[in-house]
Structures are given as structure tokens and as C-alpha cells.
């Protein structure tokens, strides 16, 4: 079983950035390739970033490649995303989700654990 908590949400301006957080229980997470999702009101939860347990893969959505980097620190079980030049249709709860022995999938139902969410809100 593996618990996710995400953090570093809040409200930003565009063109700002934040940087959010999730934080993994278990002691394997290295195991597993960790994804960002993001959902809108009324919308599917969509595919942001995923990358491997070594962090040497990753993969992005078309929208926000080139202004968010996901990265991972396997000594602290943290998962990170690093959003850059946000708009306002950035604005969504971002989640995160724990995918055993994956290979950065963008399919949702490939994911096996979720985070319970966090609010980010860009102004235009």
C-alpha cells in the first residue's frame, strides 16, 4: 500500500510559478513511476507528467511541455512538478498518482495510487 500527499498548491498570477509536492509512505518507491494528473471542474482527469522510479524517463502532455518538469528524490520519496509560465488553463486540482513498475504511462487507469489532490488557481 502506498499513501501520496500532495502539497504546494495555492494561487498564482500568469506567468508565475509553483512548485508542487508529493510526498510517498513504503519503502519502494523507487519501484514505481510517479505521474501528475490534473482534473477541472466538469472535465476528465487528464495526463500532465509521468517519470520512471530511476528518474531517467519522462514524459509530458503537448500543453505544458517545455514550461513544467516533474523530477523525483528517491532518498526522500518525494515527487516533484515545476511549473513555469502558467496560464489560466492551468487552473485544475493536480494529483498524484503511484503507477508498480511502470514506464510512465499516460493512461490514468494504468495508475495504482492517488494522492487526495491539490488546488492550483492561475489569474489572468
Known amino acids: 500500500q502506498v499513501q501520496l500527499v500532495e502539497s504546494g498548491g495555492g494561487l498564482v498570477q500568469a506567468g508565475g510559478s509553483l512548485r508542487l509536492s508529493c510526498a510517498a509512505s513504503?519503502?519502494?518507491?523507487?519501484?514505481?513511476?510517479m505521474g501528475w494528473f490534473r482534473q477541472r471542474p466538469g472535465k476528465e482527469r487528464q495526463f500532465v507528467a509521468a517519470?520512471?522510479?530511476?528518474?531517467?524517463?519522462?514524459n509530458y502532455a503537448d500543453s505544458v511541455r517545455g514550461r513544467f518538469t516533474i523530477s523525483r528524490d528517491n532518498a526522500k520519496n518525494t515527487v516533484y512538478l515545476q511549473m513555469n509560465n502558467l496560464k489560466p488553463e492551468d487552473t485544475a486540482v493536480y494529483y498524484c498518482?503511484?503507477?508498480?513498475?511502470?514506464?510512465?504511462?499516460?493512461?490514468?487507469?494504468?495508475?495504482?495510487?492517488w494522492g487526495q489532490g491539490t488546488q492550483v488557481t492561475v489569474s489572468s
Open positions: 498518482a503511484a503507477d508498480f513498475g511502470g514506464v510512465g504511462s499516460p493512461q490514468k487507469y494504468d495508475y495504482d495510487y
Open positions: 513504503g519503502r519502494t518507491f523507487r519501484s514505481y513511476t
Open positions: 517519470i520512471t522510479g530511476s528518474g531517467s524517463s519522462t
